[in-house]
């Protein structure tokens, strides 16, 4: 790969993303930055399966393990700390290797934030209103009537809605509308991937993670975290499993029980990647393989 270039692994939770990334860093002399919004917070480090010692004494990862659970995790904040990852990274005349999930995060990265007005003071009111599960019940029904178009496409994003709110508000428009006709060009030279695993595949290596971060300790992390207050906080109470872990905890069902609803959950949440991902990167190429079919694949991108 060119020094001015990037390297890109995106796809679903559990499709091997960042196995994959890890070996590619061997290969190629890269350092990894993980690009799932998560994955930030330091007390979360199995559900949100960061990369563990050894891992991190073979590369260098960036932007795991860095906030508390009580900071806010934002686009906009996460964008500013990639962008000087990546020029850290190249400081040094290693390869910067993007890996993770979290589309909203990694699109933004890539092809920059909108430029749709906005205002921090009515964003804080918003925020205080709507940002809960409670307030998230009152987002729906506003925006179901003031903005269908955005509640249709966004409804299980909270965050996403108040941002639409936001502009409709400051607009009278639709965010939808005024994002339309808008070309997207990217901030990067990027060699980008997709990895996306055949659905039943991908069902089993769901299961198979959740029953090893089980028995790796995920429930005593989930009981700590949940003790200093998870499911308070800002965004780090929509980790993934958690919510069903407390339930486990408080005796509502047993552990085989427990081990289907992560599963459960796990797999509709992968669903969503994989429809972000098929729409919102043209820059991607659609992978399933490992090292080499990776490697020949990048020679074939020149």
Not at 69 to 80: G, K, M, N, P, Y
């Amino acid at each position: 790969m060119m020094k001015d270039e990037l390297l890109v692994i995106s796809g679903a939770t559990a499709s091997g993303k960042s196995a994959l990334a890890l070996e590619a860093a061997k290969r190629l002399d890269g350092e990894i930055v993980s690009i799932d919004s998560m994955q930030l917070y330091a007390d979360l480090p199995i559900g949100t399966a960061q990369p563990d010692e050894e891992e991190k004494a073979q590369i260098p990862h960036h932007l795991t393990g860095i906030y508390e659970l009580d900071e806010r995790s934002e686009v906009f904040r996460f964008c500013a700390e990639a962008d000087g990852a990546i020029a850290d990274i190249r400081k040094r005349g290693k390869l910067p290797i993007l890996c993770g999930g979290t589309g909203l995060y990694l699109k933004a990265l890539l092809y920059g934030l909108d430029d749709l007005p906005g205002d921090r003071e009515l964003r804080k009111e918003l925020d205080e209103q709507y940002d809960s599960e409670a307030g998230e019940k009152l987002l729906l029904a506003r925006m179901k009537v003031v903005d269908p178009q955005a509640f249709e496409k966004w409804q299980s994003c909270r965050r996403r809605l108040i941002r639409a709110l936001e502009v409709f508000m400051l607009t009278g428009k639709s965010i939808i509308e005024l994002q339309q006709g808008r070309r997207a060009e990217l901030r990067y030279k990027v060699k980008s991937f997709v990895l996306e695993r055949e659905s039943f595949e991908l069902k089993m290596r769901i299961a198979r993670r959740a029953e090893k971060m089980l028995d790796s300790g995920w429930i005593a992390e989930a009981e700590a975290a949940i003790a200093k207050g998870l499911f308070t906080t800002p965004t780090a109470h929509q980790a993934l499993g958690y919510k069903q872990i407390a339930a486990y905890i408080n005796g509502e069902f047993d552990r085989k029980t427990l081990l289907e609803k992560l599963c459960t959950a796990t797999w509709q949440y992968a669903r969503r990647q994989r429809t972000w991902f098929r729409h919102q990167h043209p820059e991607a190429t659609i992978f399933n393989g490992g090292i080499e079919e990776l490697l020949t694949a990048i020679r074939n991108r020149q």
